[in-house]
């Protein structure tokens, strides 16, 4: 109980009477509109703090606790309107006296919600709060077992098994800024502030909490949109970067694996309390920002034809040109065939075929041994040694005729793509592969990112970048390469070299893919620092157990 305050009493006429009347009156006048200014001044705090609670479920809490102190309430509940506007959800129910939380930060409410609409679709105006929310209107009431208009049915099963005793009740609906009523705040028995005792909700404690109320819709429904465009922006980052991976049949789950990759080495770093990462921590904005990179760290792939992005073989341009190699390869298979048959024809006037084509037969093996020969090349090996470029070369010199026209047995391209000593593209195609990180830092730079996320072009664009300063699209020195792009670029090698759904390589096993790394380290390619978390903390085997075939898992696990 509040004690009141010792007020000075004032002599303002001579009569004794008369200024004991003038001082009662001007010390309660005074008492009524301090309070009053109190209870506007809290109202202002209030909308500031709600404002400011980006938690959604704190905010119902502090929308029916702040509503509860307003009018002296011993209980309330706060409902929340269905996404179709057919129900009421209990978000938080709270009664002090008896000492019930629940909702919010204790967990959801397991309750069935109140049913706006009865079964045959007429609106339910037997519930209060249904009512309420139905109508939108206040509903004050003084004591709920003396009123028909509504059915307590609900309320007196629940002072009967709880003890408790209903009274007063006041019901206010929540309208946000387009005027639809998002919730429902009813409060239960206001207390007297002096005695304790249940009373009804006053005019005044109506009116304050109905702006209390719109304040809080307001600051629902900003939490609502925020947390609406986050998802929205979440699963939109989403479908790019799968349809980027969906766009190759060999890069197949490439994003959410860096993703996942990327996160298990942050999340690591965090735990660090010693070593060189002791002073890194990312916190849950920079965590959402790194993540949000490792998601677009590759789309720039969007602007990259597939067929130079997944060239499979050395002639493929849009289709494999090793098939043409092979028609070329029968139709002179044929015109010496044809050749001595041709000669041995006039020389006499019968012949045995077979007797001749054994004749030949040597030049067509050897024609034979040259497809095989260009069909291996094609395929693209880790280096061409000088004898294969020198065969090629021999082979490339042959000839074939194409209407009377002799012709190279292999074109100019052709032969460019098929001497290319390491892999299957050609130096221009690695360019154009290459650019999709330059493209990546564009494209991101272009959008409007909020402060939170304004790091992510760099982040995504740098992850090419290597500590030795020959990465790419920058060549950026090792200091200029923030640990976020560090990170990704080891997620992002690493997933790479255990795929196993990458053209002509099958996924290493741990340990190739490990000692790879280790060589990536030594040419200043990639993080050492990282590296030795990556390994030391075991980060590698957790990612295979979940993600690599168990033949990948070799028994040294990597090292
Ligand atoms: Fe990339
Ligand atoms: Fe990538």
């Not at 109320?213 to 998802?231: E, F, G, P, V, Y």
Request: with cysteine; charged share 30%; proline share 3%.
């Amino acid at each position: 109980m509040q004690r009141k305050k010792k007020r000075k009493y004032v002599q303002l006429t001579d009569n004794d009477e008369i200024n004991r009347l003038l001082n009662t009156v001007v010390s309660s006048v005074k008492d009524f509109t301090e309070s009053q200014f109190e209870q506007i001044r809290r109202l202002t705090q209030i909308g500031a703090a709600l404002s400011a609670e980006s938690n959604i479920e704190r905010l119902l809490e502090m929308i029916l606790e702040e509503a509860k102190r307003f009018t002296n309430a011993d209980g309330g509940t706060l409902y929340i309107m269905s996404d179709d506007e057919k129900r009421l959800h209990f978000a938080i129910v709270e009664t002090d006296s008896l000492n019930v939380r629940m909702g919010g930060l204790s967990g959801e409410i397991t309750w069935p919600p109140v049913e706006l609409y009865n079964e045959n679709g007429d609106p339910n105006y037997a519930n209060v709060s249904s009512y309420s929310a139905l109508s939108g209107n206040v509903v004050n009431i003084a004591d709920v077992y003396n009123i028909d208009e509504y059915n307590f049915e609900g309320t007196r099963q629940y002072d009967a098994e709880t003890g408790y005793r209903s009274q007063s009740m006041l019901v206010i609906p929540m309208r946000n800024h387009e005027n639809d009523i998002i919730g429902i705040l009813q409060l239960i028995n206001a207390r007297d502030r002096e005695n304790g005792g249940t009373i009804p909700f006053s005019l005044f404690s109506q009116e304050l909490t109905e702006s209390l109320a719109s304040q809080a819709a307001i600051a629902l429904t900003k939490n609502r949109l925020i947390m609406d465009l986050q998802n929205l922006f979440e699963s939109f980052i989403k479908t790019i970067a799968t349809a980027i991976d969906e766009k190759s049949p060999y890069t197949g789950d490439h994003g959410r694996r860096v993703v996942e990759l990327t996160m298990m080495i942050a999340e690591e770093i965090n735990e660090m309390n010693h070593g060189p990462f002791e002073s890194v921590f990312f916190n849950k904005d920079q965590m959402n920002e790194l993540r949000i990179a490792a998601w677009l760290h590759d789309v720039g792939k969007v602007a990259i034809p597939e067929y130079v992005m997944d060239k499979s073989t050395k002639l493929t341009t849009v289709h494999d040109r090793i098939d043409l190699l092979r028609t070329r390869i029968e139709v002179l298979k044929r015109d010496i065939e044809n050749d001595v048959l041709r000669k041995e024809l006039a020389r006499r006037g019968g012949y045995n075929e077979e007797s001749l084509i054994n004749r030949c037969r040597h030049k067509i093996n050897n024609l034979e041994d040259d497809y095989e020969f260009l069909a291996s090349v094609n395929g693209g090996v880790e280096c061409m040694t000088d004898d294969q470029v020198m065969r090629l070369t021999k082979i490339g010199r042959k000839s074939w005729m194409v209407n009377g026209k002799k012709q190279s047995l292999l074109t100019e391209d052709e032969m460019r793509n098929l001497v290319i000593r390491r892999g299957t593209l050609t130096d221009e195609e690695r360019a154009i592969v290459n650019n999709h990180a330059a493209i990546t830092s564009r494209m991101l730079s272009q959008m409007p990112f909020p402060k939170k996320l304004k790091n992510i072009p760099c982040y995504a664009g740098s992850h090419h970048e290597c500590l030795n300063g020959r990465g790419y699209p920058l060549g950026l020195k090792a200091e200029d390469i923030p640990i976020q792009s560090r990170i990704l670029a080891l997620a992002d090698v690493f997933e790479a070299l255990t795929a196993s759904d990458r053209p002509y390589r099958r996924g290493n096993t741990l340990s190739q893919a490990v000692s790879i790394l280790e060589c990536m380290v030594r040419d200043d390619h990639l993080d050492a620092d990282l590296f030795d978390l990556f390994i030391n903390r075991k980060i590698h085997l957790d990612y295979a157990k979940k993600e690599l075939s168990q033949h990948q898992i070799d028994e040294r696990d990597g090292r």
